[in-house]
């Protein structure tokens, strides 16, 4: 057995409270986690979360993102000054980057920290999941023009860069974690993807106008060219039958992701119920966003699709409460699921 050194409580107090400020859902989702994985998960979802600092900036230039992220990589593999990392990029990112992001940035070295202490095993996966991302990340910032992506190809390929790369390290973890749920690795392996592009194909969704307002679109033109609808003319409150149907038609390719990704949850074995909490609470959220964003009818402007508090709460409890019960569970989401495309 391979020692590791043990955490500092005051790094997992940072760590704890920076998901509270960058991220509400998995902030509420990954305490869910037994001990050891919570500390891996949250860990790497900061991680992920200063490459998309990184990408996401205005003012970085293409070589500069393309340093950083290489930066990120060779410190999250045990290379590199992390306090150097964090003063440069800091002096480097634009006004308008949120103080929680640069808050983050500057703390850096304690979340490398806690990559260094985490098992070999979990550490590995980070490693895969964070240089996959970052490095793949630059060719859609690179090519990317703001009237959205060519088609649902490479859509997929986006999603695959940016969020199923988190499943396929989630599996692992929890493989690593379970000899039960190990015993499942071929079949998790399969729906991976689903689960990571079924919540990435819901923010997309969810954030057209909002991201359409900063001069960024991921739509699939191939999709809403058949709709009859040319994405250069998207605007805020914008809506037409040709919007409503690629909306419509994404809905239902998003729908057929998290029935992919809820089979994912349930494929892990009952007794290892804080992971069953931990992936069905966000898609179950998912799913009620979908249901919000259908009953939209293409006019998605931010405020008309967020989750009430009450709705949060309710799905905690159910999730808490029903997550050891498979069909309870399916029920809910087949009920959920009516009256949305597919």
């Keep these: 057995m391979v020692n590791t050194p043990s955490i500092d409580p005051a790094e997992i107090r940072y760590q704890r409270q920076a998901l509270k400020e960058v991220s509400r859902t998995f902030a509420l989702t990954i305490p869910l986690l037994p001990e050891a994985l919570e500390h891996a998960v949250g860990n790497a979802y900061l ?13 970085l230039s293409g070589e500069e993102k393309q340093s950083f992220s290489s930066a990120l990589i060779s410190l999250v593999e045990g290379e590199g000054d992390s306090r150097q990392f964090a003063a440069g990029l800091d002096a480097r990112l634009s006004a308008q980057t949120p103080h929680t992001e640069k808050d983050l940035i500057a703390h850096t070295p304690q979340v490398i920290a806690i990559t260094q202490k985490l098992s070999p095993g979990q550490t590995s996966a980070i490693q895969t999941c964070v240089r996959r991302m970052a490095t793949g990340m ?3 910032q690179r090519n990317h023009t703001g009237t959205g992506l060519a088609d649902m190809a490479t859509l997929n390929r986006y ?8 499943g396929e390290m989630l599996t692992d973890f929890f493989c690593a974690h379970s000899a039960s749920i190990a015993e499942q690795r071929g079949q998790l392996s399969k729906l991976a993807f689903s689960f990571g592009q079924g919540l990435q194909l819901t923010n997309i969704l969810k954030d057209i106008q909002v991201d359409k307002g900063r001069g960024i679109c ?8 058949r709709h009859g609808f040319d994405l250069t003319l998207l605007q805020q409150g914008t809506c037409s039958p040709g919007l409503t149907g690629g909306v419509n038609q994404l809905i239902a390719i ?4 998290l029935d992919n990704a809820l089979e994912y949850a349930l494929s892990i074995p009952g007794s290892e119920i804080e992971i069953r909490r931990f992936l069905m609470f966000p898609l179950l959220l998912a799913l009620l966003t979908l249901r919000k964003i259908h009953a939209a009818t293409g006019n998605t402007d931010d405020g008309s699709i967020k989750i009430s508090r009450k709705s ?13 019960q498979d069909r309870v569970v399916n029920h809910l989401f087949r009920f959920l699921s009516r009256g949305l495309p597919g």
Excluded at 47 to 59: F, K, P, Q, S, V
Excluded at 159 to 166: E, L, N, P, S
Excluded at 218 to 225: G, H, T, V
Excluded at 254 to 257: A, K, L, N
């Design 312 to 324: 949060v709460l309710l799905s905690g409890a159910f999730i808490k409460y029903g997550a050891r």
């Design 254 to 257: 998003t729908r057929h992701h």
């Design 138 to 140: 630059p060719e859609f």
């Design 218 to 225: 991921w739509l699939p033109a191939d999709i809403f060219n």
């Design 159 to 166: 999603c695959y860069v940016v969020a199923g790369v988190v």
């Design 47 to 59: 991680l992920c979360r200063i490459a998309d600092t990184i990408e996401d900036d205005t003012r």
